[in-house]
Nanobody, 121 residues
Framework: QVQVMETGGALVQPGGSLKLSCTAS????????MGWYRQAPGKEREVVAT???????SYSDSVKSRFTVSRDSGKNILYLQMNNLKPEDTAIYYC???????????????WGRGTQVTVRS
């Protein structure tokens, strides 16, 4: 089993900053991609930022230049530094981990339960 847990969500004022963390544990063995997604009320889940094992990152247009994704590979921890937050960033933020287990080289695609980020005055 692979467990994913997000932390760091909070209420923050517009223009503020917040850093989310995501820890992957259990039978992770080899992670190929980690990413942050978000889902606002009444909207579909959307990708925010991803990072692959080689270190390349990608961002949605709405967060480019404001958010930074990074990873501590040794500890299987993913971060999302969010700056200049806007009310439209309000959502539940989910962490996604894709990789393979050692046993049988079985693939997995695991999600956390999410952490709430609210941006308002």
């Amino acid at each position: 089993q692979v467990q994913v847990m997000e932390t760091g969500g909070a209420l923050v004022q517009p223009g503020g900053s917040l850093k989310l963390s995501c820890t992957a544990s259990g039978n992770v063995y080899s992670i190929s991609t980690m990413g942050w997604y978000r889902q606002a009320p009444g909207k579909e889940r959307e990708v925010v930022a991803t990072i692959v094992s080689g270190g390349s990152t990608s961002y949605s247009d709405s967060v480019k230049s404001r958010f930074t994704v990074s990873r501590d590979s040794g500890k299987n921890i993913l971060y999302l530094q969010m700056n200049n937050l806007k009310p439209e960033d309000t959502a539940i933020y989910y962490c996604n981990v894709i990789g393979r287990k050692l046993k049988g080289w079985e693939s997995y695609n695991a999600w956390g339960r999410g952490t709430q980020v609210t941006v308002r005055s």
